[in-house]
């Protein structure tokens, strides 16, 4: 793993503390999504498919801020759309910095260059850099050449003033794990902290509704790709995430671990589905019907999932839950055997 220990640190205190408190639900990363336009149109994605009048709008920073106040997570990732084409982006990170709040911009790079200058290098600001393999694999899945030596640029440019720099990969059917490896090899090369994976979700509003994964193709390829793994490969995840990709556990969602605020209030259940909105964080803690979802639900929409935003809460929420998991955490972190 390659998370910075003043981060660890933070994330592990907040776990104890919210297990402390008995309390059984409890959020670990929000997920704020300040707009919804992009400057790409991704096969796989389920986020830019809004009438054009929704795609004009954004959050204020002050409804950014309340939301982030509301929910108490200690990490807030900003996807999007692109969370570079927001106007006050400049404001809204400086003032989540202030409020010592660990910040994943997931940005697809292409103005990461020349909007570096409105950041600061700080520990709590992260650049996570949509790149979903090689050169040919990438620009395939973003349907527009020349978008992965942008993204490279924009790394690097980054890199070199100081900033953290993590990629994110969403995973679909029919990639290759030898090419996925060099891919991971090329990202140590050009100096990133670390990786991020997860397998794409079906979402049904998509356009490529071919190449989602299912439960069985996602534990092949993630084994194949990740059977012994190179030292030098840091992922910015937990390692029992990992392992449940492999199909070497066996995990339930945890739906409330990352809740989404968008311009329509905070999104029941999870970031993947859109099945209403809340008025408050509470109100969505209180209100959704949890039991819905997740496998032992039985609810189709979440029998194949095994995305991150589901799941990565569950491996941390079970690294602190008992003393077997967190050694077996230690362990994969120190052995690098995942
Ligand atoms: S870069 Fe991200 S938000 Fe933009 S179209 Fe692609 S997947 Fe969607
Ligand atoms: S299993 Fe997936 S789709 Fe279902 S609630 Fe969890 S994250 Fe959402």
Known sequence: MSVPVSQMYTVASYVLQQKLRRR?????????????????????????????????????????????????????????????????????????????????????????????????????????????????????????????????????AALQRGFRVTTNTTLFDGASPLRMREFFDEMMDLGVEGMMLSPGYSYSKAPDQEHFLHETRTNQLFSEMLSKPKRRWKFNQSPLFLRFLMGKKDFECTPWGNPTFNMFGWQRPCYLLQEGYAASFQELMDGTKWENYGKKSGNEKCRDCMVHCGYEATAVDHTFSSLKGFAETVSVTLSGKL
């Open 24 to 156: 059984k639900r409890y959020p670990f990363v929000l997920m704020l999504e300040p707009l919804f336009r992009c400057n790409l149109a991704c096969a796989g994605c389920g986020k830019i498919q809004y009438p054009a009048q929704i795609l004009k709008k954004h959050l204020t920073v002050e409804q950014c801020l309340a939301a982030v106040a509301e929910c108490g997570a200690p990490i807030v990732s900003i996807p999007g759309g692109e969370p570079l084409m927001y106007p006050d982006i400049d404001k809204l990170v400086a003032e989540l910095v202030k409020l010592k709040k660990y910040i994943y911009l997931c940005t697809n790079a292409i103005l990461l260059k020349e909007k570096l200058h409105l950041f600061t290098p700080s520990k709590y600001l992260t650049f996570s850099v949509h790149m979903d393999g090689l050169r040919e694999e990438h620009d395939e899945a973003v349907c527009r050449d020349g978008v992965f030596d942008e993204a490279v640029e924009g790394i690097k």
